[in-house]
């Protein structure tokens, strides 16, 4: 997998001596971040005998830490993404009984993850392995209609008075929390290369277990 063969490049700079490259001090410093990440194709189950297969994708992360020193940081990170699913859903009575009855529904998914993470960077050189942990949340439209459309006008300020067709969607959100062990390496005073391997986990209501996500993050900094 690409995605592996990256984050071993990443590892490799440890052995790769750069002359431009000083041991940047990240104590007292912030952070902005950009990265992409590669969700590996999983699965869930869900009460009543429901399922969904999620195929793998690419998301995007936007964050924003703060070093407390060379070592620790904290950071609050932004995940969006859009992932095609199937899923086998159990279709219940008037008393929310299943019925043994089960249709099939595919799609897209979009989520949305706000996490607050702690790092800890082993090393206070350029290069370090690290490890972290964040807590957080996260929501997803299913884009499962759950009504039919109806139309919906307001005032645009530049095409006027507009109407469109709005449908309510299947939503979900729940606590989450994550995992995650990668290597950096600061290029200079400002920027920095991160890529890691993240597990995400997620409570949703009536879910069976916690489902996991994992999948691999490259990331881009910026220190000021």
């Excluded at 940081?73 to 932004?78: F, P, S």
């Excluded at 009855?101 to 800890?120: E, H, I, P, R």
């Excluded at 964040?134 to 095409?159: K, L, Q």
Aim: hydrophobic share 40%; glycine share 10%.
């Amino acid at each position: 997998m690409r995605w592996i063969t990256v984050l071993a490049c990443v590892a490799g700079l440890a052995a790769v001596q750069f002359p431009a490259a000083q041991a940047a001090e990240r104590e007292g410093s912030m952070e902005t971040r950009f990265g992409f990440v590669y969700q590996n194709s999983s699965d869930a189950d869900f009460d009543g005998g429901t399922t969904a297969e999620f195929d793998s994708d690419t998301g995007f992360k936007f964050g924003f830490a703060y070093h407390y020193t060379d070592n620790l940081e904290l950071a609050l990170n932004l995940g969006i993404g859009q992932r095609d699913y199937d899923a086998r859903i159990a279709v219940a009575d008037e008393e929310g009984e299943p019925t043994g009855t089960f249709f099939g529904v595919s799609g897209d998914l979009d989520y949305t993850t706000v996490m607050v993470d702690a790092t800890w960077n082993f090393l206070s050189g350029p290069f370090t392995p690290f490890v972290s942990g964040g807590i957080g949340w996260t929501w997803v439209d299913t884009n499962v209609a759950t009504e039919p459309p109806e139309a919906v006008c307001w005032w645009d300020p530049w095409w006027g008075y507009v109407c469109a067709d709005v449908t309510d969607t299947k939503t979900l959100d729940g606590f989450s929390y994550e995992l995650a062990a990668g290597a950096r390496y600061d290029f200079s005073e400002t920027v920095v290369l991160l890529g890691s391997y993240r597990i995400n986990w997620i409570d949703f209501d009536h879910a069976d277990g916690t489902p996991d996500f994992d999948g691999f993050e490259l990331s881009f900094g910026w220190k000021f």
